[in-house]
Nanobody, 115 residues
Framework: QVQLVESGGGVVQAGGSLRLSCAAS????????MGWYRQAPGKQRELVAV???????NYADSAKGRFTISRDNAKNTMYLQMNSLEPEDTAVYYC?????????WGQGTQVTVSS
């Protein structure tokens, strides 16, 4: 059974940084697509960043230049380094993984950015 566990969320002031982690219960070596998503209150879940098995990365416009997605296959862990955080980044952040036609989600981690 695939499990994803996010960590690293918290409360930070505007301009601050956080590093989110997503630990998978299975090997991610051959997982082609993993990503970070977020959902703010009253809004739909949206893509933040994705990374492929060969390290190709894609970011939402709101994340470009501020966030960096990475993965460590040896640790079965994906990361999201978030810098220059803004109050608009406040949301629950989820990691997602596409494997063999199935999509798996973590339970989410809350990120709150105060002004």
């Amino acid at each position: 059974q695939v499990q994803l566990v996010e960590s690293g969320g918290g409360v930070v002031q505007a301009g601050g940084s956080l590093r989110l982690s997503c630990a998978a219960s299975v090997s991610i070596f051959s997982i082609n697509s993993m990503g970070w998503y977020r959902q703010a209150p009253g809004k739909q879940r949206e893509l933040v960043a994705v990374i492929t098995s060969i390290g190709l990365k894609n970011y939402a416009d709101s994340a470009k230049g501020r966030f960096t997605i990475s993965r460590d296959n040896a640790k079965n862990t994906m990361y999201l380094q978030m810098n220059s955080l803004e109050p608009e980044d406040t949301a629950v952040y989820y990691c997602g993984m596409l494997s063999r036609g199935n999509t798996y989600w973590g339970q989410g981690t809350q990120v709150t950015v105060s002004s």
